[in-house]
Each structure stands twice: as C-alpha cells, then as structure tokens.
C-alpha cells in the first residue's frame, strides 16, 4: 500500500461530494507547510491537485519536518490513524459550524410556527395524560344509538296526534381474553305506542321497543360471551335475553337487534315467534363450518324470582338453523317451545314490562288469560340478486294449547324487497308486505274475528354522515286487530339515529 493510493482511498470513503468551506485550523500545534513547497511533490504530479485542494479546504494533509511528503513511502497503521483522525476533526467542527447557523436561520424565519407547534404538542399531552388519568378501562368500547323521531299514527274515529319521542342506548362492550365479551346495555327514552284499534302491538316502531323507561336510565342487558371450543360460543344472560340471540340472522339488512338504525317496525326487524319468551338464561351456538351454523336457547323472565326460578315457571327453549347455500342464497329454521303462566303469554321478548311488540290485541290478550303451551315453527330465506337488490321471504306457525280452553293457530308472514346501498353507500330502502301474528283457530272460542292484519311498509335510510341517518317511511295497516270492520292505520314517521 503506498501513500497516495491510500489517501485517495480515504477520500472517497470518508468525504463528501461537495465539502463544506471551512477555516483554517488555528489550534494545529505545527505549522502545516503549504503542497506547493513540498520538495517531492511535483505541480504536474497526478495527485498533486487533489492533495493543494484537501490542505486549502480541510487542513488535515501535512508533510515531514524535512519539507517532504514522501508520497511512495508505504503508511504504517499508526500514521493512517492520524491522518484519518485529523481530517475528521475537521469535518465534524465544519459542518457542526454550519449546521449551528442553518438551525439558527430557521429558527428565526419560523418561530410562530414553532410556537404554535410545541403549544399543540403541549396540549396533545395533557389530554393523553388526562385520557390516562380519568378511564374506566382500557379492555372495554362504548358505543350509542339514540333516535329521535316525528311520528303521527292516524285512524278514523280515533284521535291522533304527532308526536316526537327518544330512546338512547348506551352499550358497555368488555373483553377480558380478546375471545369474550361482556355486553352491559343501558336504555333511556320517553317512547310509546299510540292506543288504537284495542290498543293493538302491530303499530310499535323499533325506537319504541324498550323505548319507554319514564326517562329513568335502566339496565335492559347484561350478558357474558365467551369460547367453549373454537366454533362453539356460549351466552350467560342475566338480564334482556332473546332467541334472536344466539340466531345468525338470515337477513342482515334489516335485523339490528331493534336499534333502529334499519326498518321502522319491529314486526320487519325478524321472524315474530323470535319473541315468545326471553328473559334469563343461557344459549349456546356453534359453527359447523362456513356455511351452517346452530343455535340454542333457555330462558325464562321468573329467574329472579325465588318461587320460580328458572324451570318453575314460565320458560321458552328454542333453536335456530341456518345455511348459507351460496353467496347469494340463505335459509334458516327455528323451533320454539314455550310455556306460559296465566297472564305470560305475548309476543313481548319477555320485556322489564310484558307489553307485546308485534301482533294483534286479539292474539296477545285472548291467550294470556290461559296458562298456554306453544310450540312455533319459522322458515325463512333471502335471495341476494345482485349488490343493489335482495329478496327476503319468511313463515310463521305456532300451535297453541290453551289449558283449559283448547288448541289453537297462530299465523304470520311477510316477504320483502331489499335496496342496499340505494343512492349512496350505507343508504338502505326497504318495501315490507305481510301479515302480522294473528289469533286464526282457538278451540271453543268463536267470539272473535280472525280477518288477515295486513302489515304495508315502505322506507328510506339515508346516511347523512358517518355518524348520522335520515329514515322517512309510511306503515299501512289493513284489517287491524285482525278486524276488517276497524279502520285502517296509517304510520307516517321521520326518524333521525345518531351513532357513536
């Protein structure tokens, strides 16, 4: 290895492209002879240029006390050390020289964006450190649904009037594992349905489901999820518990569990034998593959009640299947057994307050003055055309036991036109047409009539923001309280939902 082979090599390795300009280094304690007066090194030398410009610029290149270079001799490690070390000396107080007067240049051209970056900084922190200081929990999400709507039912003879009425739901999600789930639901609302036609439940709307708690913040939920096996899940219900719990629902348009973010009535939201019984208890529900999926159910609303207790008194057990035939095509079946005490029976998903939510007075009133045996089968099915269009069809049958009375019949049935994501996306138009629950057959009673209750819908959810929907739609009910001679219902309602 010989001197200027190596120096070259140095400065390719260790300089930069285009140096910065720096002064002379006054603190070297022997003075640097200049390249020119070396005596060795020749002006027409090859490296004689590179060698005048790393001394001019750099003063890091300095010869013997003899005025040589001696540029053949070879360099010992000791000697290539301190040339390396001095031209790194005086690189590094070069650019800390230079960078010292950019840092300076820019912090003067833009102190007020300086400041108002460190005062957002300042301010970001507080919050994080005040997130930190005041949650309940980092393992558990809320989130909310609130409605509001403008809503006038109207029936000849009768009188009506607009009203505007809220629900708010507040739902505690909590996860121990990442696999469990702790659902705590809080209601809130001044929600009722209006008295016509024998005060009939075929005109409740979903914001009206579990919508009057007298403005007085209830729990209507709580239940524990959680992995018995890797497609087995089980559900511990205290309080709120409904077979459409542990269904995979058919139709994923319209079903929201009532929060109204979807169809207007509750009678359009499922299959209305979903709603004999609820209460307390437990379900289970498991995934045989991708495609097909069960579901079991017990419950019973006299959980609490010591006298009781889950198997003493009024219970439903159920279950559900569905198939996911194609992409575009599902079915689904459930079976429901139910017994009722006298006074227990309705179509009521075994509310706080037994109210039911769908079907006729007829029905609801007639049966509850029996302790009554059922036993509901439901199949129902949806055809998804395309993206913009879907199809949903779906049968109720309940056989009815009234003891003391006799057997009876419970019809109801619906099918429906699905327009997903109609003029936007997440926008949702609905057009339902169908029967509600009706009292057809009951064995020594013939003091009714059991004319069709014709159930008419049509809607429209129009996604304003990510947050917020718009929902007009009208509820046309033919032959209400399955009564020909009644007048028919007419429901005109705008609904706004807020999500959070």
Avoid at 62 to 76: I, N
Avoid at 476 to 498: C, F, G, K, Y
């Amino acid at each position: 290895m010989y001197r200027y082979s190596l120096l070259l090599l140095t400065l390719t390795i260790s300089l930069f492209p285009k140096p910065l300009q720096a002064q002379p280094n006054s603190n070297l304690s022997t003075p640097v002879t200049p390249v020119t007066e070396l005596k060795d090194v020749s002006p027409t030398h090859w490296a004689f240029s590179a060698l005048k410009q790393l001394q001019e610029r750099y003063q890091c290149i300095a010869g013997y006390p003899d005025q040589t270079f001696r540029g053949e001799q070879p360099v010992s490690r000791y000697e290539f050390s301190a040339l390396l070390n001095a031209c790194i000396t005086q690189l590094e107080a070069s650019i800390r020289e230079e960078e010292q007067s950019i840092i300076q240049r820019l912090q003067t051209e833009f102190a007020r964006e300086l400041s108002i970056l460190r005062g957002r900084v300042d301010g970001a922190t507080a919050r994080v450190r005040e997130l930190e200081l005041t949650q309940f929990s980092t393992t558990t999400k809320l989130q909310g649904v609130v409605n509001f709507a403008l809503s006038n039912s109207s029936q000849s003879g009768e009188e009506t009037g607009v009203v505007l009425q809220a629900r708010s739901r507040l739902h505690f999600k909590t996860s121990f594992t990442g696999r469990d789930l702790l659902s705590t639901r809080l209601t809130v609302g001044n929600s009722t349905t209006p008295n016509l036609a024998n005060d009939t439940s075929e005109v409740t709307q979903t914001h009206q489901w579990q919508g009057n708690t007298e403005n007085q913040l209830l729990l209507s939920k709580l239940s524990y999820q959680f992995p018995i096996s890797d497609n087995t899940q089980a559900v511990l219900t205290a309080q709120g518990g409904e077979h459409a719990d542990y269904h995979s629902p058919v139709n994923p348009f319209f079903e929201d569990d009532n929060a109204g973010t979807t169809t207007l009535s509750t009678f359009a939201q499922r299959n209305p034998i979903l709603s004999l019984g609820g209460g307390s208890g437990l379900a289970l529900s498991h995934a045989f593959n991708d495609t097909l999926y069960l579901g079991i159910g017990y419950y019973s609303p006299d959980a609490q009640n010591p006298e009781a207790g889950l198997t003493n008194g009024t219970y439903s057990t159920g279950m559900g299947l569905k198939w996911d035939a194609t992409d575009d095509l599902s079915l689904g079946l459930n079976y429901l057994h139910s017994y009722f005490q006298q006074g227990d029976f309705g179509f009521t998903d075994s509310l706080s307050e037994p109210t039911p939510i769908v079907g006729t007075a007829v029905v609801n009133n007639t049966l509850a003055a029996f302790p009554t045996v059922t036993n509901a089968y439901g199949v129902e099915i949806l055809w998804q055309a395309n993206a913009k269009l879907a199809f949903s069809g779906r049968l109720g049958y309940t056989d009815v036991k009234a003891l003391g009375e006799g057997e009876g019949e419970i019809w109801n049935y619906a099918v429906s036109v699905i327009f997903p994501d109609l003029g936007q996306t997440n926008n949702l138009g609905g057009i339902i047409v169908g029967a509600q629950p009706y009292l057809g057959y009951l064995e020594g009673d013939a003091s009714f009539k059991n004319d069709i209750p014709w159930h008419l819908e049509g809607f429209y959810k129009w996604q304003v923001s990510d947050h917020v929907s718009l929902t007009p739609g009208i509820i046309w009910h033919l032959n209400p309280n399955q009564d020909q001679t009644e007048a028919d219902i007419l429901t005109s309602t705008m609904r706004m939902t807020v999500t959070f």
